[in-house]
Antibody, heavy 121, light 113 residues
Framework: EVQLVESGGGLVKPGGSLRLSCAAS????????MSWVRQTPGKGLEWVSS????????YYADSMKGRFTISRDNAKNSLYLQMNGLRAEDTAIYYC??????????????WGQGTLVTVSS | DIVMTQSPDSLAVSLGERATINCRSS????????????LVWYQKKAGQPPKLLIY???TRESGVPDRFSGSGSGTNFTLTISSLQAEDVAVYYC?????????FGPGTKVEIK
């Protein structure tokens, strides 16, 4: 069974940093692209970032470029999102999601339950 | 960036009736190399992660009931629920995965009339 479990969320002050993790199991992690997607309170879904199987291709949403860094450790079956310079508008539930095989430019078929990040003083 | 719009913002449909949601992209998401539209539909229920319904604009994900169907090409797309069930109450999002950033539409809330 495919499982994605996010962790690392919490309360952080504006300007602070957090590192989210996503532990993957039930599939061959190094053969799937991965993504982070967030849902802000009362608002819709927002794509954050995607990474290819060997980290060759990495993409970010414009508002996260330079502040967020996606990475993966295929040996540990884990995906990460380092978030720096956090702003109030980054408050959201962050979801880890699996892509369609090696395709970075593809949909996500499995999602974790999400981890809540709250940016507030 | 490709801007995704959806209409309506919300709709209320009687049980067993048809629900139609429209999605438009600011530029074509049809990839000539594979002749596929890089457009996906997700269902989002409160307190749950998104669920993949339709990809390549019209391919139903395994296990998704056949009352859900997707159509369209280029810049105009439609998600149809042919016979609304109570469990279909949710917000539905389209997303393009043609060019990063892979933008979502604003969502359409579907309720029971």
């Amino acid at each position: 069974e495919v499982q994605l479990v996010e962790s690392g969320g919490g309360l952080v002050k504006p300007g602070g940093s957090l590192r989210l993790s996503c532990a993957a199991s039930g599939f061959t992690f190094n053969t799937y692209s991965m993504s982070w997607v967030r849902q802000t309170p009362g608002k819709g879904l927002e794509w954050v970032s995607s990474i290819s199987t060997s980290s060759t291709y990495i993409y970010y949403a414009d508002s996260m470029k330079g502040r967020f860094t996606i990475s993966r450790d295929n040996a540990k079956n884990s995906l990460y999102l380092q978030m720096n310079g956090l702003r109030a508008e980054d408050t959201a539930i962050y979801y880890c999601a699996r892509g369609f095989g090696t395709m970075v430019r593809g949909p996500c078929d499995y999602w974790g339950q999400g981890t809540l990040v709250t940016v507030s003083s | 960036d490709i801007v995704m719009t959806q209409s309506p913002d919300s709709l209320a449909v009687s049980l067993g009736e048809r629900a139609t949601i429209n999605c438009r992209s600011s530029q074509s998401v049809l990839y000539n190399s594979n002749n596929k539209n890089h457009l996906v539909w997700y269902q989002k229920k409160a307190g749950q992660p998104p669920k993949l319904l339709i990809y390549w604009a019209s391919t139903r994900e395994s296990g998704v009931p056949d009352r859900f169907s997707g159509s369209g090409s280029g810049t105009n797309f439609t998600l149809t629920i042919s016979s609304l069930q109570a469990e279909d109450v949710a917000v539905y999002y389209c997303q393009q995965y043609y060019i990063p950033p892979f933008t979502f539409g604003p969502g359409t809330k579907v309720e029971i009339k």
